[in-house]
């Protein structure tokens, strides 16, 4: 590779918008040409900043000791051969020579007189195993639902950079939803891109749900119901969803919002809270 | 010894001789940031915990190619980040092809990683001109090559070129004023 072409290649590198081949051919230029290596360091700042995108988000919980146990596991050194059944073997080896044998069986009646007091310290032990195993699984109970807490709030940051995308963007339309006989006070708008082939659902004042249960938001076309995906609401009742790859949303004629199990369902089988029809409001 | 103490390129030589603490103060470090990239660019939660358990054991196996002298140790992890992120969009758009199902998936990571203009980088994204714009939503948000991105906007592959170089050193100028102003 030439220099000249190098410098073409630079910018769709930094990128990340170049094919595997290229980017191997324009690496192994640079290395060894100082003059595009100076221009990639200078080009370079401005990757900086968009590798700083987006608000930070904390790393799931768990992950660093999986990660520091997988290394772990990875570093331990592998057993030799010849140590394979290591003490196992060398007690039976030894049990084969007269002077051992006796070792061995003085060894095991201190064991039997000591054993007693031993019988009182292992049930103790398992006692303390007990207990601890039930801090463990209280912990761990913690743990999972702060776990859940996490990968929802880290969710809906996404959903509100959608919801900030779309709100930006000219030609927004919305549907609005009202209330359902089990949720009359609660209402929801859908608010549709501009060729309406995705949108984000926004709700207010629904309840919270129990952890084994969803809303699951129903788009309707002659009379066929077709999921467009499940959603919690916070604290304050307030919840959103991304709804795409349906095709043009404006195909559907109505909406239901139904409280569904918590890996949603095949068909709307619990208590409807919103509903309306695919009426677009107009746009902005 | 205090690893939270040491500078990242000293915590980078520990890990190239198998400190597992070294390790563990980079992951306090920099995860969070790599996990926040990975789910920007990848708009899943799950898909983003196993990019940055990737970028992470790839610090560990490969720690001795880090050079302090061409990068910051945050750029050169970031850089893993996006990598490893844009070859998952990469893959997802590979497996749409083959199974239009997952049409759903794709879309989602799309519209997903163009909301992130309005949130962090918007000041200096707005000020490019829209064919710019695009270039790097295309190139660096989702994942396409040059040439795919050529075909998707029916521009020249040249004019393609030409307009990330524009972009990445209007980009330049903005993070540069903006150094200026806070000095």
Not at chain 1, 97 to 105: I, K
Not at chain 2, 53 to 62: G, H, K, L, R, Y
Not at chain 2, 82 to 109: C, F, G, M, W, Y
């Amino acid at each position: 590779m030439k220099c000249e072409e190098a410098g073409e290649l630079i910018h769709a590198y930094l990128l990340g918008a170049l094919d595997e081949d290229e980017r191997r051919g324009l690496e192994a230029h640079v290395r060894g040409c100082p003059d595009c290596l100076a221009v990639y360091y200078e080009e370079s700042q401005s990757m900086e900043m968009l590798l700083r995108v987006g608000d930070p988000v904390p790393a799931p919980l768990g992950l660093r000791k999986r990660i520091l146990d997988m290394v772990n596991a990875s570093a331990r050194p592998a057993m030799r051969p010849g140590l394979i059944g290591g003490p196992l073997a060398l007690l039976r080896s030894a049990l084969r020579q007269p002077v051992a044998a006796t070792a061995m069986a003085v060894v095991s009646i201190t064991l039997v007189v000591l054993s007693g007091g031993a019988v009182l310290l292992w049930q103790e032990v398992n006692e303390l195993k007990d207990e601890d195993s039930r801090l463990s699984a209280n912990l761990q109970d913690q743990l999972d639902q702060i776990q859940e807490e996490n990968e929802r709030l880290a969710q809906t940051i996404v959903n509100q950079l959608d919801l900030a995308y779309l709100a930006s963007m000219e030609g927004v339309s919305t549907v609005m939803l009202e209330g359902g006989d089990s949720a009359p006070k609660s209402t929801g708008m859908l608010m549709l891109s501009p060729n309406a082939t995705w949108g984000v659902l926004l709700t207010l004042g629904l309840e919270s749900l129990p952890r084994d249960k969803v809303y699951q938001l129903w788009l309707m076309s002659n009379n066929i119901r077709t999921s467009a995906g499940t959603f919690k609401v916070d604290s304050a009742g307030q919840g959103q969803l991304m709804v795409q790859g349906l095709g043009d949303l404006r195909d559907f004629e109505n909406l239901e919002v139904s409280i569904e199990p918590a890996e949603g369902s095949p068909e709307a089988s619990g208590a409807n809270v919103l509903k309306g029809p695919m009426v677009i409001d107009g746009s902005q | 010894m205090e690893y939270h103490l040491l500078e990242d390129s000293e915590l980078t030589s520990l890990v190239a001789s198998g400190d597992q603490q070294a390790l563990a103060a980079l992951y306090d470090r920099h995860a969070n940031r790599v996990f926040s990239l990975a789910l920007t660019l990848l708009g899943d939660y799950h898909d983003a915990e196993e990019v940055t358990q990737d970028v992470i054991m790839s610090v560990w196996q490969n720690s001795g190619a880090y050079d302090p002298l061409r990068a910051r140790f945050s750029t050169w992890i970031a850089r893993i980040a996006h990598n490893r992120a844009v070859d998952e969009l990469r893959r997802r758009r590979k497996r749409a092809a083959e199974s239009p199902l997952e049409d759903h998936e794709i879309a989602q990571a799309d519209s997903t990683v163009a909301g992130i203009e309005y949130e962090t980088v918007r000041s200096a994204l707005y000020e490019l001109p829209e064919e710019h714009r695009r270039v790097v939503y295309l190139g660096f948000f989702q994942g396409y090559t040059h040439t795919e991105i050529s075909k998707m906007l029916d521009r020249p592959l040249g004019t393609v070129k030409t307009q990330m170089r524009a972009a990445l050193r209007l980009l330049r100028d903005r993070v540069t004023a903006s150094a200026e102003e806070v000095l």
